[in-house]
């Protein structure tokens, strides 16, 4: 089945800083979703991106399909932006989301 | 804004037990999933489910799982003769257009 790496596995970071976290995958997709996971264990939704660039306030993501790889950047980050953060692809014909291993992502004030 | 919701928040079973989980998907949506994660780890896909019938499911599925959807809103999986290893957070999840999946809020299932 597809592999879905994330790098790094941990990211410890002042407030005020900007990150980048990136998701590899081993084969071709029709969905890509980035999510976070907060401190109660909700999984919050931030970008449905199978391809091209999105932004939302300080969060944006790229995927570029053709090199199987996707990035979340998270700029000026705030302690509330702590938590752990997941690539989830979907390959074509298969009805299911593979997760990655996550980012944990720690903001310190 | 519609959201996923679920039921029980946290559930709590002496093994051997059976379980149902409850979820109510975003109305309009008519794809269904369920998922779980064991503490620590990745999220791992169940099921997938699609105008009445299983779409996909995974190797464990039909080990111990059974999903129904009751009635037009309602959405549950069954855990038969729970294990210690069934300890996890399970999360439904539904979409509209069979790709972008929203997630409800969790299902904490703690077999002791």
């Known amino acids: 089945g597809i592999q879905v790496e994330q790098s790094p596995p941990d990211l410890i970071l002042q407030e005020g800083a900007n990150s980048t976290l990136r998701c590899n995958f081993s084969?071709?997709?029709?969905?890509l979703q980035w999510f976070h996971q907060n401190p109660w264990g909700q999984l919050i939704n931030l970008f449905y991106?199978?391809?091209g660039t999105k932004q939302n306030g300080r969060l944006s993501a790229t995927t570029v399909a053709t090199e199987r790889y996707s990035l979340l950047y998270i700029s000026s980050s705030q302690t509330t932006d702590s938590g752990v953060y997941f690539c989830a692809v979907e390959v074509w014909g298969a009805q299911k989301l593979v997760f990655g291993q996550g980012t944990r992502l720690t903001i310190n004030p | 804004e519609p959201e996923v919701t679920q039921t029980p928040s946290h559930q709590v079973t002496q093994m051997g037990q059976e379980v149902i989980l409850r979820c109510v998907p975003i109305?309009?949506?008519?794809?269904f999933y369920w998922y779980r994660q064991i503490l620590g780890q990745k999220v791992e896909f169940l099921v997938s489910f699609y105008n009445n019938e299983i779409s996909e499911k995974s190797e464990i599925f039909d080990d111990q799982f059974s999903v129904e959807r009751p009635d037009g809103s309602n959405f549950t999986l069954k855990i038969r003769s729970t294990k210690l290893e069934d300890s996890a957070m399970y999360f439904c999840?539904?979409?509209?257009?069979?790709?972008?999946?929203?997630f409800g809020p969790g299902t904490r299932l703690t077999v002791t």
């Open positions: 991106i199978p391809s």
């Open positions: 084969d071709s997709v029709n969905n």
């Open positions: 999840a539904s979409s509209e257009n069979r790709y972008e999946q929203y």
């Open positions: 109305s309009n949506h008519l794809y």
